[in-house]
């Protein structure tokens, strides 16, 4: 059974960091790239950063730049982003999506920036 496990989310203050953890089972980590979204309330879901299967090729939407950093440990089966600077904007539900042959997506982490 394929499993994508996000953790980590909670309510931080603005200028905050956060670090959220997605374990993935049930499929072959190391082959996926794997990547994190989000969804504001009321708005669509969003790519925010992405890394290939060996961690290289790391990318990031604009928006976060500078601020988030995505990694991944494929001994542990697991993927972070670390957030700091974390702004209002940032308020969204989290999740983790896995990329190969098919694709599976995480249940969600909800993040809140607010003072």
């Known amino acids: 059974q394929v499993q994508l496990v996000e953790s980590g989310g909670g309510l931080v203050q603005p200028g905050g960091s956060l670090r959220l953890s997605c374990a993935g089972s049930?499929?072959?980590?190391?082959?996926?790239?794997m990547s994190w979204y989000r969804q504001a309330a009321g708005k669509e879901r969003e790519l925010v950063a992405a890394?290939?299967?060996?961690?290289?090729?790391?990318s990031y939407a604009d928006s976060v730049k500078g601020r988030f950093t995505i990694s991944r440990d494929n001994a542990k089966n697991t993927m972070w982003l670390q957030m700091n600077s974390l702004k209002p904007e940032d308020t969204a539900v989290y999740y983790c999506?896995?990329?190969?042959?098919?694709?599976?997506w995480g249940q969600g982490t909800q993040v809140t920036v607010s003072a």
């Open positions: 999506k896995a990329t190969g042959w098919d694709s599976y």
């Open positions: 049930g499929f072959t980590f190391r082959s996926y790239g």
């Open positions: 890394i290939g299967s060996v961690g290289d090729r790391r």
